[in-house]
């Protein structure tokens, strides 16, 4: 069932969706979660190829699959959504904004950017291979991951007896990024109706100035730059971030 694919976390209003990034899963956004809960009636997602180890998606893996599965969560809920989302999350939330306008009703994009193309995942590859399939221990994740990441991580992997796993296939994951150095999402973006938050970090792993770009040419869309923050903005900054959010979905539609 449709339904089957979201969290609920309480709250009451309209419904809020948290969609993950790439190598994240629903339950990171713990820290969020208090707050969150008072601006509506929240649910958490997982994306496809970020269900667990032993959970595999039977479909190629491409954006317009993860937009399709996304399509099919919110629906469930049978009323517009507003989606908070983060990096690959961010990106597939415009794209169902742009595809099912009926379904969403308002957006925050952290930390994407619609064109990576040239771009590959080789600089990085190395190191995601490298990494071990089961840590044994909270240290060994916050060595390998550091503080702010680590934590994150502890979240996102599959809990086992032995210590944390994997909650995913590092191949799967470096071929879903590496669809995006081979086109742009400009079309999808610029068909969004939507207002949008726009929110960028300082340390960002998107190109320079799309996300600025991105902001001038929306129909309904506010910009934020947080200088100090990396791709986890909403864990490394999480005062701005919150006060952003907040501002941004008390605000009336500018639309109306």
Same mark, same amino acid.
């Given at each position: 069932?449709?339904?089957?694919?979201?969290?609920?976390?309480?709250?009451?209003?309209?419904?809020?969706?948290?969609?993950?990034?790439?190598?994240?899963?629903?339950?990171?956004?713990?820290?969020?979660?208090?707050?969150?809960?008072?601006?509506?009636?929240?649910?958490?997602?997982?994306?496809?190829?970020?269900?667990?180890?032993?959970? *595999?998606?039977?479909?190629?893996?491409?954006?317009?699959?993860?937009?399709?599965?996304?399509? *099919?969560?919110?629906?469930?809920?049978?009323?517009?959504?507003?989606?908070?989302?983060?990096?690959?999350?961010?990106?597939?939330?415009?794209?169902?904004?742009?595809?099912?306008?009926?379904?969403?009703? $308002?957006?925050?994009?952290?930390?994407?950017?619609?064109?990576?193309?040239?771009?590959?995942?080789?600089?990085?590859?190395?190191?995601?291979?490298?990494?071990?399939?089961?840590?044994?221990?909270? #240290?060994?994740?916050?060595?390998?991951?550091?503080?702010?990441?680590?934590?994150?991580?502890?979240?996102?992997?599959?809990?086992?007896?032995?210590?944390?796993?994997?909650?995913?296939?590092?191949?799967?994951?470096?071929?879903?990024?590496?669809?995006?150095?081979?086109? *742009?999402?400009?079309?999808?973006?610029?068909?969004?109706?939507?207002?949008?938050?726009?929110?960028?970090?300082?340390?960002?792993?998107?190109?320079?100035?799309?996300?600025?770009?991105?902001?001038?040419?929306?129909?309904?869309?506010?910009?934020?730059?947080?200088?100090?923050?990396?791709?986890?903005?909403?864990? #490394?900054?999480?005062?701005?971030?919150?006060?952003?959010?907040?501002?941004?979905?008390? $605000?009336? *539609?500018?639309?109306?």
């Amino acid at each position: 069932m449709p339904g089957d694919l979201l969290t609920p976390h309480g709250g009451c209003g309209e419904p809020l969706v948290l969609v993950h990034g790439l190598m994240g899963r629903g339950t990171t956004w713990s820290r969020q979660l208090p707050w969150l809960t008072r601006l509506g009636t929240v649910y958490s997602y997982d994306a496809p190829w970020h269900r667990g180890r032993d959970v *595999d998606d039977p479909h190629p893996i491409s954006t317009e699959r993860f937009v399709a599965d996304l399509g *099919d969560a919110v629906s469930a809920l049978g009323a517009r959504v507003r989606i908070v989302g983060h990096s690959m999350g961010a990106l597939h939330a415009w794209c169902l904004a742009a595809q099912r306008p009926e379904l969403v009703s $308002a957006l925050v994009l952290e930390d994407m950017a619609p064109d990576f193309r040239g771009r590959t995942t080789g600089p990085w590859e190395p190191w995601l291979h490298a990494l071990p399939v089961e840590f044994d221990s909270a #240290e060994q994740v916050f060595a390998e991951f550091g503080p702010v990441a680590g934590q994150y991580f502890l979240e996102a992997f599959d809990r086992t007896e032995t210590g944390w796993r994997l909650h995913g296939h590092t191949s799967r994951w470096i071929e879903i990024a590496a669809e995006w150095g081979t086109r *742009d999402y400009w079309t999808q973006w610029l068909a969004v109706r939507v207002p949008a938050l726009l929110i960028e970090a300082g340390n960002s792993v998107t190109p320079p100035g799309q996300m600025q770009q991105m902001a001038e040419s929306a129909t309904a869309a506010t910009y934020l730059l947080v200088p100090q923050a990396g791709h986890l903005i909403h864990d #490394e900054a999480p005062g701005e971030y919150r006060e952003a959010v907040e501002s941004f979905l008390a $605000a009336p *539609d500018p639309r109306a």
